[in-house]
């Protein structure tokens, strides 16, 4: 009997001395890295700070070519993809890339509208599947961009081109 009530008082004391004692940020100490500070951020993301910009960009899309028919598509009925990207540029003087930032762009995914399709390749007896076929997106001001079927359906990450609805910068905490 005397040995338990022998071992009751310290872990009692222990117990108290864990509830009582302060932590790191209540001492304000330097050490604290940025991954275990707590701040009032409305999330766990440190990098999510800034608020998004929204792009000018179609709430519909004519997808025609060799598909079954000719189809418009409402966007908003598909879910938004999370893409981010790196951005730097070659300067020409001092021969070395200039970092311009990091920008996270939220959007619909190429691959999720082309899924919702059928191909009709014109030459589909020669070569099946259809793996041989590239994509034009095209807006109204004339600017093309030109993608293979490989590049969209047989990545690493298939949902990384993206027909953006919004953008921010990415702004690490300290």
Known sequence: ?????????P???LIAMALLSPSCIMLDL???????????????NYFN????????????LLIDGE???TTEIKLSRFPLRTVTIKEAVWCEEGDSIAFL?????DGYALCDILSSLKVDKASKEDLWPPIDL?????????DLAVFSWGEIFYSANMYGIVIAKRVTRVIPGK
């Open 1 to 9: 009997m005397k040995t338990t009530s022998f071992f009751r008082l």
């Open 11 to 13: 872990v009692l004391i």
């Open 30 to 44: 330097d050490a604290v890295s940025g991954s275990t500070l707590v701040w009032d951020s409305g999330s766990n």
């Open 49 to 60: 700070r800034e608020a998004y910009t929204t792009l000018q960009g179609p709430k519909r």
């Open 67 to 69: 598909v079954e028919q």
């Open 101 to 105: 930032g990091t920008y996270r762009y």
């Open 134 to 142: 590239y994509i034009e997106v095209r807006n109204e001001a004339g």
